[in-house]
């Protein structure tokens, strides 16, 4: 069945960095569009970041850009996320999402399966 587990998550302080990881099975990640997303207590969940499985074409939000950084490693079946520079407002769970159809390019809309989210706290 497919299955998606994140891990890495922390507590930092601003500025600081983590590498998150999300791990996938039941699934070829080679044809699949992967999205970070994160939700924050008392608000909606957002897309943070996507990598394409055609091209590795990558999109990220504004809130984010020049600090995160996505990348995939199709051999180790993960998806990663490196946060750098990271601020007070980046606390949120993170989660890893797939994108319904294979070579798709709708992330981060679209997702089909998700993870059950890594907690990321950055203290001021």
Do not use: H
Request: glycine content about 12%; aromatic content about 12%.
């Amino acid at each position: 069945q497919v299955q998606l587990v994140e891990s890495g998550g922390g507590l930092v302080q601003a500025g600081g960095s983590l590498r998150l990881s999300c791990v996938v099975s039941g699934f070829t990640l080679d044809y699949y569009t992967i999205g970070w997303f994160r939700q924050a207590p008392g608000k909606e969940r957002e897309g943070v970041s996507c990598i394409r499985g055609s091209d590795y074409r990558t999109w990220y939000a504004d809130s984010v850009k020049g600090r995160f950084t996505i990348s995939r490693d199709n051999r180790k079946n993960t998806v990663y996320l490196q946060l750098d520079n990271l601020k007070p407002e980046d606390t949120a769970v993170y989660y890893c999402a797939r994108e319904s159809q294979t070579l798709g390019s709708q992330c981060p809309r679209d997702m089909d399966y998700w993870g059950k989210g890594t907690q990321v706290t950055v203290s001021s």
